[in-house]
Nanobody
Framework: QVQVVESGGASVQAGGSLRLSCTIR????????MGWFRQAPGKEREGVAA???????SYADSVKGRLTISKDNAKNTLYLQMNSLKPEDTAMYYC????????????????????????WGQGTQVTVSS
């Protein structure tokens, strides 16, 4: 039984910050890679950031230096710290996990790919106003 629940989404002005949280119950963080994805209406779901079991991370170019993925194994919680937010960051943000310990080579270079992740949450909305 795997349960993925995101929280922390809100409306914020450009330049502001948010921290998204994702509790993932029913799996061991030592055996899973995890990622954040986002999707705006009418657009494809895109990878934002990913982290493997050892803490190695990868980011989409559009968020490097502004968003930071992290995790707390003891709390079974994944985080996305979002700073210097831009209107283009507006989207539904999804948390996902995949049963593997290491990020794929393409993820290390380009961030996570949605098709590589098996378990998904229902999303939390982030809206950034100009």
């Amino acid at each position: 039984q795997v349960q993925v629940v995101e929280s922390g989404g809100a409306s914020v002005q450009a330049g502001g910050s948010l921290r998204l949280s994702c509790t993932i119950r029913g799996l061991s963080f030592s055996n899973y890679c995890m990622g954040w994805f986002r999707q705006a209406p009418g657009k494809e779901r895109e990878g934002v950031a990913a982290i493997d079991s050892d803490g190695s991370t990868s980011y989409a170019d559009s968020v490097k230096g502004r968003l930071t993925i992290s995790k707390d194994n003891a709390k079974n919680t994944l985080y996305l710290q979002m700073n210097s937010l831009k209107p283009e960051d507006t989207a539904m943000y999804y948390c996902a996990a995949d049963r593997r310990e290491k990020l794929l080579l393409h993820e290390l270079h380009f961030g996570p790919t949605a098709g590589s992740y098996n378990y998904w949450g229902q999303g939390t909305q982030v809206t950034v106003s100009s």
